[in-house]
């Protein structure tokens, strides 16, 4: 069995790189959403957000992978259970870097945004909502940003938590003839 110290020590190192990614493409899906222009801009817009995001899906999934993998090949006598806690621990600390980048974004960066989604949705539906349903709505701005950090960190460490069941089934291999090399995938 492993330290504890060891598999925070390692996914903390781990976490950064994956919350990085995750940063780097909300940055960017940022700076894609500024470019204005006509029809075919737009689409060519919406195509490169689209393939950005399928590429950050991916990188996730495979940098997990290979983390996990390393893992298992940097220390002696790691077990399916000890490479399934080292990923957890990865994806709980990338959930919470990314979520807290997300809530300082909205929160200090561009506050405005969140109220501006909120008044168009006001005003497509101030016609079909009573008014006491619109109040709440405002109520709800406030505390909007802190909800969006919980929601955003629970989806994000239940997806790390699943692809770390799913890898840890074989890192290490429990195959009795598989040669000790396996960790270098």
């Known amino acids: 069995m492993i330290e504890r110290k060891i598999v925070w020590s390692d ?15 909300m940055l960017c899906s940022t700076l894609l959403t500024k470019i204005n222009g006509g029809t075919a801009v737009s689409v060519l817009v919406n195509v490169s957000s ?16 290979l983390f996990m993998l390393k893992f298992a090949g940097a220390h002696e006598g790691v077990s399916n259970n000890d490479s399934f806690r080292f990923g957890c621990t990865t994806a709980l600390l990338s959930a919470l870097l990314y ?25 497509g539906y101030a016609d079909a ?48 003839f598989a040669n000790n090399d396996s960790y270098s995938e």
């Open 11 to 25: 996914a903390a190192k781990s976490g950064l790189a994956l919350g990085g990614v995750s940063i780097a493409y």
């Open 50 to 65: 689209l393939l950005l995001w399928v590429f950050k899906f991916v990188l996730c999934i495979k940098l997990m992978k």
């Open 99 to 123: 979520s807290a980048f997300f809530l300082a974004w909205l929160t200090f960066i561009q506050p405005d945004m969140l109220a501006e989604s909120f008044e168009a949705a006001k005003a």
């Open 129 to 176: 909502l009573p008014e006491a349903d619109l109040e709440a709505m405002d109520n709800m701005l406030g505390k909007l940003p802190n909800i969006m950090f919980f929601v955003n960190f629970f989806w994000c460490w239940l997806f790390g938590t699943v692809l770390a069941a799913i890898f840890s089934r074989n890192i290490p291999s429990r195959n009795p």
